[in-house]
């Protein structure tokens, strides 16, 4: 005997109403998926003006002080530089070393 609980399929979904709550929902992925790429592409933007940001470690100073006394010690991430490249700004690197990889290849028969 079968109940209706084990049923493969749910009663609403046999409406016809289920094609325009996809399509809202496709509209809604479309926007969500705009407003990524904008936010990426601004974050990208600000990467390429500001490529450095503060070291996490040290927060920017460089350096630590001792416990004891007045002694500093430099930051062993940053090298005492206090400043840390950002992700994207080794995104764009990667882009742009792959970029001209590939076109300044003498493989393409260019030069001679």
């Known amino acids: 005997m079968l109940s209706s609980a084990a049923t493969p ?4 979904a046999t409406h016809g109403s289920d094609l325009a709550a996809t399509v809202h929902t496709a509209g809604q992925v479309a926007t ?3 407003i990524l790429t904008v936010c990426i592409a601004l974050y990208l933007l600000t990467c390429l003006v500001w490529p ?6 040290c927060k920017g100073a460089g350096k630590f002080k001792s416990p004891f006394g007045n002694a500093y010690r430099h930051c062993g991430k940053c090298d005492g530089s206090g400043l840390r490249v950002r992700i994207g700004r080794k995104v764009i690197s990667y882009y742009r070393r792959t970029h001209n990889a590939a076109t300044n290849s003498t493989s393409k028969g260019r030069g001679k």
């Open 52 to 57: 450095f940001g503060k070291c996490r470690r």
């Open 32 to 34: 969500v998926a705009l």
């Open 9 to 12: 399929y749910l009663p609403a």
